[in-house]
């Protein structure tokens, strides 16, 4: 009777040991799906239009002219810009 209790006790064991390894996998497996699919987060980038590099927003040097709003990589490229759209 108690070697039966013991094999019963084991076989529960066995399968619950097993299903958690197969759900782990599935799991594991269907997010990384989920985030190929994803769009990556991240910095907006912005482009400068004197030297037509791209610039993350957060670092961006910002002018307003002729009232829209430029953003460039330097204080540098923003002189040059404003002096060559001067009118």
Known sequence: MIRSVLIFFFILVIYYAVRTVIRSAYRAYHHEEE???ARL????????????????KGR???????????????????????????D
Do not use: M
């Open 35 to 37: 985030n190929s699919r």
């Open 41 to 56: 987060k991240g910095d907006e980038l912005v482009l400068d239009p004197q030297c037509r590099t791209y610039v993350v």
């Open 60 to 86: 961006a040097t910002t002018r307003r002219i002729r009232g829209k709003l430029y953003s460039f990589c330097s204080e540098n490229c923003a002189r040059q810009y404003e002096e060559k759209n001067r």
